[in-house]
């Protein structure tokens, strides 16, 4: 009987795969484990832990456009350590298991290509595309009769903050109820700020998280209003000021730990003139 090497390579690397990801669901366990497990990651919540399912998505990409196959590899493992932290999580509150992603995966693989599966046909990448939307279509709709029996309070708790402030603005559109226009917005904004630090002058901590939330909530309908990514200016903002950072440790040198906080904001003038200057002999 010939055995055909590369299924046989295949099946003993699924094998070691098997073996490995066993080892990591016991590693999973362990970090999360109440009595010994790292302080850190015991306190992670599927909240907290959206912000680094973004980053580690980013940085894939990142590697993915650079064609670096190591950091693809690494990156890669980050997202899945995400992964398995969120479904530990979901289990430590009985809301699913590691189980219940995998067999809902495996079963939405085999919904959408049933030409693999079933009946066992090559077919075009057109035709393909279309069994696929089909699918998808379907999961949808049962998805949307889901939500269109939840009220506005319960849609929340399947979202994001941010996302949650954009289902509330759109909300309130349909209602009628919305912004006139930016400088009404931005009259907003300026009133929470005093609100805020108000609360911050008399030290009121409930205070100041609540005003907090509230100047975070009017900067983000801003952003809708003015049809602006969020995400991505705050990105741009981030980059532009490691820029200048950059820019001032090359400048300083050994010399930037010992600057007085006067001298960093020179710097930062420099840092801020010399960066523009270049911006603008390039635009």
Known sequence: MNINKHELSMEEADIEALENFKELIKNIHAIRNKKHGCPWHK?????????????????????????????????????LFQI?????IAQETNEFELKDIIDGLNKKIKSRHPYVFQRSEKISIEEANRIWNRA???????????????????KLKYLTPVNGTATIADTCK?????????????????????????????????NIYEEFGDVFFTVINLALFLDINHQDSLRSANLKFMKRLRFIEKTA?????????????????????????????TS
């Not at 973004?54 to 690494?74: A, G, L, P, R």
């Not at 040198?253 to 420099?270: A, C, Y």
């Open 136 to 154: 998808k279509n379907e999961e949808k709709k049962c998805e949307q009769n889901f939500y269109k029996r939840l009220n506005i309070e319960s």
């Open 174 to 206: 349909r209602f009628g109820f919305t912004w006139r226009d930016v400088e009404q917005i931005m009259d907003k904004i300026d009133e929470e700020m005093k609100e805020l630090r108000e609360a911050i002058n008399i030290k009121n901590e409930s």
């Open 43 to 79: 306190e992670q919540t599927h909240e907290t832990l959206i912000e680094y399912l973004i980053e580690e998505s980013k940085e894939y990409i990142e590697t993915v456009i650079d064609k670096n196959k190591k950091n693809m590899q690494e990156e890669l493992g980050d997202i």
């Open 84 to 88: 398995m932290l969120n479904a530990e």
């Open 253 to 281: 040198g050994d010399r930037i730990n010992k600057l007085s906080n006067n001298d960093f904001r020179k710097f930062w003038q420099l840092a801020k003139k010399h960066l523009n200057n270049i911006e603008n002999e």
